[in-house]
C-alpha cells in the first residue's frame, strides 16, 4: 500500500580458507594485443564499471587476498569494500608505465582524497 517501504535484500557470498585473487586481465594477455584491441578491452571495462557504479542498489566489494589491476578497478566501483587482512588493492601496470583505463585511478583519488591516493600508488 501507499507509504509502505519495501526492502528486499539477497546477497551471495561464499569465503574461501585460502586467499584469492583477482586480476581480470594479465598483463601477459595485452601485450599480445594490438592498440584497437586494447582500447576497446579498456573502453568495455570503463563501461561495464560505470554501469556497476550506477545500480540502483548497493554494491559490495568483498576484498580477501590480492586484487590487481581489474580487480582493484571493480572493488572501488562498488559503494562499499569489506577488507580481511590479507587485501591488497594495486595496480601493477602503473609500474610498467601504463595506465589504468577502467576509472580505478579516479575513482580512488575520490574516495580517500588526492594526496593519500599518491601515496598508496608509490608504496
Excluded at 12 to 29: F, N
Excluded at 44 to 51: E, V
Aim: aromatic share 4%; net charge negative.
Amino acid at each position: 500500500s501507499e507509504g509502505e517501504l519495501r526492502v528486499d535484500v539477497q546477497v551471495a557470498y561464499e569465503s574461501h580458507p585460502v586467499p584469492r585473487s583477482c586480476t581480470l586481465w594479465p598483463l601477459q594477455e595485452r601485450s599480445t594485443m594490438t592498440q584497437a584491441e586494447v582500447s576497446e578491452f579498456v573502453s568495455s571495462l570503463r563501461r561495464t564499471f560505470t554501469d556497476l557504479e550506477a545500480l540502483p542498489m548497493p554494491t559490495i566489494a568483498v576484498l580477501e587476498g590480492y586484487a590487481g589491476g581489474g580487480g582493484a578497478e571493480l572493488a572501488l566501483a562498488c559503494d562499499l569494500r569489506v577488507a580481511d587482512s590479507t587485501a591488497v588493492l594495486v595496480f601493477p601496470e602503473a609500474r610498467l608505465g601504463i595506465m589504468p583505463g577502467a576509472g580505478g585511478t579516479q575513482r580512488l583519488a575520490r574516495l580517500v582524497g588526492l594526496s593519500a591516493a599518491k601515496v598508496s600508488s608509490n608504496k
